[in-house]
């Protein structure tokens, strides 16, 4: 939120400073009083009994004491305290004996009306102080608010009140504005260059998903996943390489690599959010791309008590589901501000519906023969050809609970402790269901190619079956955050921060329903085409066609035989048609543990000029990563491969399921799309083929499992110069971080004996006895920053920042297990390996930006990098 002025006294008057207004009105009557009285002497005396409290609330019964005007910033007060005021002192007297040890002071303007301000701010967000150029604005409202109020006063004299007290009224305004004048202020008083995005109010974060609030920042975009976002890219660089806090803190992540998945994380838990686009001394190392830091709600922010809840109802057009989501936030204060609890939580669940035409992949040049190219003519270049052509509909049930619990005490006005955790059950079940056609490209006939050289007519009899996939990807995740931290104003003008914090991630392979895939089909014949239409399309397998060899006579070598009948084949959906094929089970568990522990001082003197800030820290982070794979690969799936006659699939396992005639509808080329497909439960079936043939299709760890140990160790110094250009304000921020960091990698490997023919589309790799396998490195960096901000003039500013980072390898670039990608025939054979000595990548940065202060205006930026 933005600062919030507190005027005390004045009838009516407001003051609007950032995105809030806050009001105090006396009784009018008293208005007047004081106004008579303006002349009373300086040592007129009041009896003071102001216990030890919050010295925001101290101040206003100060006012009511005293029948003066005060005003003070609510951002400058914070969470300051006092130890109370008792006894009979003039006002002077006073309001020194109050704000004694707070590092504020009071002056009294022309105007009678007491200004309380100083160089102490607050606990919690001390980098937000108001900058010196500010301060004659401030007096010169408060100029302006004093002349109003007295003009006010001959118009109140002959009004009479039973209250002899004030009527203290707050309004606070909030909202759009409010959070975008936040977010303003934020990149505005930042040493680097930084973008940020802020809520509404408590619990009212401007999306429902959180990387979908971070696409609006200008370099952002995002990855969706069931219409979500869940990743995002900040200038040009892939979720891998953004590192991503919770308060400061890194948090663990459910996925495969180090990228962290936005979705996890209900938008009703957050209150703020920072993106870093240049790094400094004081953020860990690893974001070459952004530095994120998502900011949660605490109780101090809140100052009493806050209740904040939603329900709503989300209606889902394709799946014509509506499904519920609810949150709420509560937070209280107590003991005179000294405790604090916040608890928050939220819960939604979406019911979705996917449609799609999908293929997975083209080929580059897998073999069609030159013979049957544009009849017979060939052609002389790269050629790419389809993989498959899928039409699929996927059902996603998507679950999410959230929930925050921050507990912040205060036992004195300068040491603070804060305890909180967070936690986030995400679980997405996913159904899908497909028909199918995976081409092979040396059975291809009658192709034609385009200019380019891309497939856009091909017909395959041999080698080719229609299959009906039954599929599930469940992704069920967990996600926990817990710190504590320890804030101390050791003196006005040094602070300390000591902070630890776990946090865990796990990802449930599910006894492999996280990738189940059970197949259903025959042998037949099929048509693709690609036309001016936006959609491709398939025909010619849809129909009755007695000239079709089975997959039976297939397996038993008799296909095209003199004398040998084919079986031939009924329409595209008689469940008669149907042999067992694939069955596959299999995911990836997933188990991210980081433990960090960080100290952080902070030497500031409030000057104006030449040395400023000084900042100092030391950094110790360990973060573990498992990733086990469970699969049936090693042969059990291929059982039944190549659609045998036995064992006959049970009457009723199969149904006919409509797509609806809106399949991809306004989509050019949908028209043609066949919507009928046949469904089956793949649970059932792998059961029923269990029993049948007594072979186990069920998940087993496969040895190209492996874990990644990361322990850092760090210091960073960083110091802000604040002085004159030409004669206009500059400030200067300079730092570097020294980092050195320890790599192990464990795990298993497998390896590849030969490769075998299971039938006419799946090869089976064979391989070895299990190998262990145990590597170490490690690497050291120090890292530079530089950050200038100039005011051109005084609604002009203008930022310089240059940095070297780092980003470390990905984790499954340093695991050394040799994997095997595909091992489908006439497909593209890939095979990965990583380098468990793989070092980081450095990058040094600079930016040039100018920001124009006035509310709507637009930002220039320019980017320059080079790669070290």
């Not at 899928?390 to 619990?405: A, P």
């Not at 490997?749 to 039938?759: A, G, H, K, Q, V």
């Not at 497909?827 to 930006?849: C, E, K, M, V």
Request: with cysteine; charged share 20%.
């Amino acid at each position: 939120m933005g600062r919030q002025l507190v005027l005390v006294g004045l009838g009516g008057a407001m003051l609007c400073v950032g995105g809030n207004v806050l009001m105090a009105r006396p009784a009018l009557a008293q208005i007047a009083q004081e106004k008579e009285s303006a002349d009373r002497p300086s040592g007129l005396v009041f009896a003071f009994d102001i216990p030890a409290m919050a010295l925001a609330d101290a101040l206003r019964k100060f006012s009511t004491i005293t029948n003066r005007s005060l005003l003070f910033s609510q951002n400058v007060i914070g969470d300051v305290r006092t130890n109370g005021l008792i006894g009979e002192f003039s006002v002077e007297t006073g309001l020194n004996r109050l704000l004694s040890g707070t590092g504020l002071s009071a002056q009294v303007t022309s105007y009678d009306v007491i200004l309380v301000t100083g160089g102490r701010q607050p606990i919690e967000k001390k980098e937000d102080q108001v900058r010196h150029q500010n301060r004659a604005k401030l007096l010169g409202s408060v100029a302006t608010l004093s002349a109003l109020f007295s003009s006010s006063v001959a118009e109140a004299q002959d009004v009479s009140t039973a209250d002899d007290g004030f009527v203290l009224e707050e309004i606070v305004v909030s909202g759009i504005r409010g959070s975008l004048r936040s977010a303003r202020d934020t990149k505005r008083n930042a040493s680097g260059v930084v973008d940020s995005i802020a809520a509404e109010d408590f619990g009212k974060f401007p999306d429902a998903n959180l990387a979908e609030s971070l696409q609006r920042i200008t370099g952002v975009s995002i990855d969706r996943s069931g219409g979500e976002g869940q990743f995002i890219t900040v200038r040009g660089f892939g979720p891998e390489f953004n590192t991503v806090l919770v308060n400061g803190r890194q948090i663990a992540s459910e996925d495969l690599s180090r990228a962290f998945s936005f979705d996890t994380i209900a938008a009703e838990l957050v209150n703020g959010i920072t993106v870093h686009k240049s790094s400094t001394a004081t953020l860990q190392s690893g974001g070459i791309g952004s530095t994120v830091n998502i900011k949660t709600a605490r109780p101090f922010d809140v100052n009493g008590f806050k209740f904040v809840g939603n329900v709503k109802a989300n209606y889902e057009e394709n799946s014509d589901e509506v499904s519920p989501q609810a949150s709420g936030l509560i937070s209280n204060t107590f003991a005179d501000g000294k405790l604090g609890i916040l608890l928050a939580a939220s819960y939604q669940k979406r019911e979705t519906r996917l449609d799609a035409l999908a293929s997975d992949g083209w080929l580059e040049n897998v073999g069609i023969p030159q013979a049957e190219i544009n009849g017979g003519a060939g052609f002389d270049g790269n050629i790419f050809s389809p993989r498959n052509l899928d039409t699929r509909v996927t059902f996603e049930d998507r679950e999410r609970i959230g929930g925050s619990l921050v507990l912040q005490y205060a036992p004195t006005d300068n040491l603070q402790f804060t305890v909180d955790g967070l936690y986030s059950s995400f679980d997405v079940k996913s159904d899908s269901n497909s028909l199918g056609h995976w081409f092979t490209a040396p059975n291809a006939e009658n192709v034609q190619l385009d200019a380019n050289g891309t497939v856009i007519d091909l017909f395959q009899e041999v080698g080719l079956s229609t299959d009906f996939n039954a599929k599930t990807f469940d992704r069920l995740t967990d996600t926990y955050l817990i710190g504590v931290e320890a804030d101390w104003q050791v003196t006005d003008s040094v602070r300390v921060k000591v902070d630890g914090n776990f946090s865990k991630a796990e990802r449930a392979a599910n006894n492999g329903g996280a990738e189940l895939n059970s197949i259903i089909g025959f042998a037949n014949r099929v048509r693709f085409q690609s036309d001016d239409k936006r959609l491709p399309f398939l025909s010619e397998f849809d129909t009755a066609n007695p000239n079709i060899f089975s997959g039976q006579q297939e397996l038993d070598g008799v296909a095209n035989l003199p004398g040998v009948t084919p079986d031939g084949v009924s329409n595209f959906l008689d469940p008669a048609n149907g042999d067992p094929h694939v069955q596959i089970r299999g995911g990836w568990e997933v188990d991210d543990k980081v433990r960090q522990l960080k100290s952080d001082f902070e030497w500031d003197e409030g000057a104006s000029q030449g040395l400023t800030k000084l900042r100092a820290g030391l950094y110790y982070s360990k973060q573990t990563k498992k990733l086990t794979r469970w699969d049936n690969t090693f042969g059990p799936h291929c059982t039944f491969c190549g659609f045998p006659d036995e064992p006959e699939i049970p009457a009723g396992s199969q149904t006919v399921f409509d797509l609806g005639d809106g399949f991809l509808g306004g989509i050019d080329g949908s028209e043609r799309l066949f919507t009928e497909i046949l469904v089956h439960d793949p649970e059932a079936l792998i059961a029923f083929l269990e029993n049948e043939s007594g072979v186990s299709f069920d998940a087993v760890r496969r040895g190209n499992s492996f874990a990644v140990s990361e322990e850092t160790f760090s210091g960073y110094l960083e110091m802000e110069f604040v002085g004159e250009f030409m004669g206009r304000p500059i400030d200067v921020v300079a730092g570097v971080r020294a980092e050195a960091t320890d790599v192990g990698v464990s795990g298993t490997d497998e390896p590849i004996t030969r490769l075998s023919i299971l039938d006419r589309t799946e090869l089976l790799a064979e391989r070895a006895a299990v190998i262990p396998i145990q590597e170490s490195s490690s690497y050291d960096a120090l890292l530079p920053n530089l950050a200038v901000r100039y005011e051109v003039r005084d609604n002009l500013i203008t930022r310089f920042a240059a940095s070297q980072t780092l980003t470390r390898p990905n984790l499954d670039a340093m695991s050394p297990v040799f994997n095997v990608t595909t091992t489908r025939q006439g497909g593209d054979f890939t095979a990965t390996s990583g380098n468990p000595d793989l070092q980081p990548s450095n990058r040094i940065t600079s930016i040039f930006r100018w920001n124009i202060i006035s509310g709507s205006r637009i930002i220039f930026p320019s980017v320059c990098s080079a790669r070290m």
